[in-house]
């Protein structure tokens, strides 16, 4: 059982460079979400989604793009991507937003702008 | 807008001794889910314990227990007799009932040292 699946695990961008931040579940999750970790600070929500085709901005949503064209990806998209966009980015999926639905986390990918 | 503070951003333990984290937060909502996560230097997020609102009961996982004082809008985790493995850095987050499809809600973390 993969659980939540990111990739790459590492990625060093340029100053207005483009990518994309894949992430996949075998949960048959609904709920999708991501998430930035800087340093010393807990995650801040980029975007959600609560099934496939339905998006939804996070708190820090400005500069990424998302997409949820199925339900077992939601991948994020870096435009123009900028310093202060280094960050660590995590996946996250869960059944639904009960208190027995946890979110089970990717391993995060380490992301550096220069 | 739901706040989550944890005042302590670096706690150190001797093994085998006790330690709580604090973690206090803000919000209106009477029906919510509280959490504490794990967080390893493999940058893994690990679910240690999670508590409902409408519970009194604190919740308990084997050496990991909550002290959950709602009208103080405070839920500390307490790590008994630590062990090496449990260095970390610990994540309180908070989430509502019934309607969290924007997922948790995070403090900005503790990190833990065990000392051996």
């Known amino acids: 059982n993969a659980g939540v699946t990111q990739t790459p695990k590492f990625r060093i961008l340029k100053i207005g460079q483009s990518m994309t931040l894949q992430c996949a579940q075998d949960m048959n999750h609904n709920y999708m979400y991501w998430y930035r970790q800087d340093p010393g600070m807990g995650l801040k929500l980029i975007y959600y989604?609560?099934?496939?085709?339905?998006?939804d901005k996070g708190e820090v949503p400005n500069g990424y793009n998302v997409s949820r064209s199925t339900t077992e990806d939601f991948p994020l998209r870096l435009e123009l991507a900028a310093p202060s966009q280094t960050s660590v980015y995590f996946c996250?999926?869960?059944?639904?937003?009960?208190?027995?639905?946890?979110?089970?986390f990717g391993n995060g990918t380490r992301l550096t702008v220069t | 807008a739901q706040t989550v503070t944890q005042s302590q951003p670096e706690m150190s333990v001797q093994e085998a001794e006790t330690v709580t984290l604090s973690c206090t937060y803000d919000t209106s909502e009477s029906d919510y889910y509280l959490f504490w996560y794990k967080q390893p230097p493999s940058r893994q997020m690990i679910l240690v314990i999670r508590?409902?609102?409408?519970?009194?009961q604190n919740a308990t996982e084997n050496r990991f227990s909550v002290n959950f004082q709602k009208a103080a809008k405070s839920f500390s985790l307490k790590i008994s007799d630590s062990q090496l493995g449990d260095a970390a850095m610990y994540f309180c987050?908070?989430?509502?009932?019934?309607?969290?499809?924007?997922?948790?809600?995070f403090g900005k973390g503790t990190h833990l040292i065990i000392q051996p």
């Open positions: 996250a999926s869960s059944r639904g937003t009960e208190y027995n639905s946890p979110l089970h």
């Open positions: 508590q409902e609102a409408y519970k009194q």
């Open positions: 989604s609560v099934g496939a085709g339905i998006t």
């Open positions: 987050a908070y989430r509502i009932s019934g309607g969290g499809a924007d997922g948790l809600t």
